[in-house]
Structures are given as C-alpha cells and as structure tokens.
C-alpha cells in the first residue's frame, strides 16, 4: 500500500512557475512508474507526464516543454516542476503510482494509488 500526499499548489500569476511536490509513505516506492494528472473545471482527469523506475519519461503534447517530472529519492518526492503556466493550466493536480500500462499520455485507468490533489490556479 502506498500514500500518496501532494503539496505545493495555490495561486500563481500566468506565466509563472509552481513546483508541486508528491511525498510517499512506501519505503522503496522508486520501484513504481509514477505519474501526474490533473483535472480541470468541468473536465475529466488528464495524464500529464509519468517517470518510469528506470528514469525514462513521458509527456502529454500540451505540457512538453513546460512541466519537467523528476524524484527526490532521498525524500521519497515526486516532482512537477510547471514553467510559463497559463489560466487553462487551472485545475486539481494528482500524483498517481504503479502504472499497469505506459501510454502516452499517461491514463487514469492505468495507475492505482492516488492523492487527494492540490489546487492550482493560474490568474490571467
């Protein structure tokens, strides 16, 4: 069983950068693929970005080259690091582990534990 608690989020004026944190309770949770979704007013959760044991990532078309996925294995963190935001970048932001499938971009149905979300708002 893996807890999953984010943090991180909150107000942040368009064009600017939020780095969201994903602290893990499961020792040993870098042997999980881990991802970062996000649901937004009115819409269902999307896949953004997912970091593989190996290292290896993967990036929706509408965050690559502007959100950044990486761990801190000394403190059991995953990491968003989230560039030039824009007000559609608004939404709930989850982090998920163990994935039974790696797809691009990442899908819901594939990830089993979750956190409860951190708020993002990104005023124009």
């Known amino acids: 069983q893996v807890q999953l608690v984010e943090s991180g989020g909150g107000l942040v004026e368009a064009g600017g950068s939020l780095t969201l944190s994903c602290a893990a309770s499961a020792y040993g949770y870098t042997s999980y693929c881990m991802g970062w979704f996000r649901q937004r007013p009115g819409k269902g959760r999307e896949g953004l970005t997912m970091?593989?044991?190996?290292?290896?990532?993967s990036y929706a078309e509408y965050v690559k080259g502007r959100f950044i996925i990486s761990r801190d294995n000394t403190k059991n963190t995953l990491l968003l690091q989230m560039n030039r935001l824009k007000p559609e970048d608004t939404g709930t932001y989850y982090c998920?582990?163990?994935?039974?499938?790696?797809?691009?971009?990442?899908?819901?149905?594939?990830?089993?534990?979750w956190g409860q979300g951190t708020q993002v708002t990104v005023a124009s």
């Open positions: 998920a582990a163990q994935c039974s499938r790696w797809r691009i971009p990442p899908q819901p149905e594939d990830f089993t534990y």
């Open positions: 970091l593989y044991n190996n290292g290896y990532t």
